[in-house]
């Protein structure tokens, strides 16, 4: 498989660092043949003269950043490929979205600390400008050498986000057992139908899978802690949902399920 990664300096500590090291090393468990490494920019352009010193000594710093990062993935059992994009060292979220599409899944390292919005621009850009999948791992337990998704679950919408999802990650995990999952299910003909989750879970077993349909109240949670809750519960290996059910403004202003997850 190929599959970019956004990195941090891998010379460094802090939050981002430790997010960049648990995110390697999913991307290397899955026997990548490409990795994806940018250097973040601080600051914006300037112009003339001031612009061309000021790209000059960026793009430095990446070279010197990609050497460092080709040195501690050189044991690496994959075959890894680090890229610098100088026509975007200003932007890039939008440069790594670019590579992603050459890919077969984007990994990125799940937010937290002071980095959380670097990250957040970045799972923006590979969510809605690649067409490839994303695939966001925790950084609060470690990471196994060789990543194995068995159990899957699906937490469902009869949306066009929800059905790539599941199965862009049929196709890359071949997981055995899916356990379907629907939050307050809408029943009618216009959203669930009459049995909600019965023609996914048909749908899934034609594949060959295990499955399990389950229906759940949120009650006084929202539907992310409700998805959370039912993963911890049921011990899956991964969590599959399709991104942002409602816009993207409406998710920055009052939250909702796929930032939280």
Avoid at 47 to 58: C, I, R, S
């Amino acid at each position: 498989r190929q599959v970019p990664c956004a990195t941090g300096d891998v010379s460094k500590t802090g939050s981002w660092a430790e997010e960049s090291d648990i995110g390697l090393v999913h991307c290397k468990s899955f026997a990548t043949r490409r990795l994806e490494h940018l250097w973040q920019a601080p600051w914006g352009f300037a112009p003339g003269a001031v612009l061309v010193e000021v790209l000059e000594g960026v793009e430095q710093e990446a070279m010197r950043h990609a050497e460092r990062l080709r040195a501690h993935l050189a044991k690496s059992e994959a075959s890894v490929d680090v890229r610098v994009d100088r026509t975007r060292i200003f932007d890039p979220a939008e440069a790594l979205t670019m590579q992603a599409r050459y890919a077969d899944l984007a990994v990125l390292a799940r937010p937290t600390g002071d980095d959380a919005a670097i990250t957040h621009a970045f799972f923006d850009a590979f969510l809605f400008g690649s067409g490839r999948p994303l695939l966001t791992v925790p950084v609060d337990k470690p990471a196994a050498r060789e990543s194995r998704f068995q159990k899957i679950l699906l937490a469902w919408k009869p949306t066009r986000e929800s059905a790539r999802a599941i199965h862009d990650a049929i196709a890359l995990f071949e997981p055995t057992d899916v356990e379907v999952l629907i939050v307050d299910p809408e029943i009618g003909d216009l959203w669930h139908g009459d049995e909600p989750g019965a023609d996914i879970g048909a749908h899934l077993a034609e594949h060959g899978l295990r499955v399990n349909v389950s229906r759940r109240p949120a009650g006084s949670m929202s539907v992310a802690p409700t998805v959370l809750l039912h993963a911890a519960e049921d011990d899956v290996d991964l969590i599959v949902a399709g991104g942002y059910g409602h816009t993207r403004m409406r998710e920055w202003v009052l939250g909702g399920a796929t930032r939280t997850i």
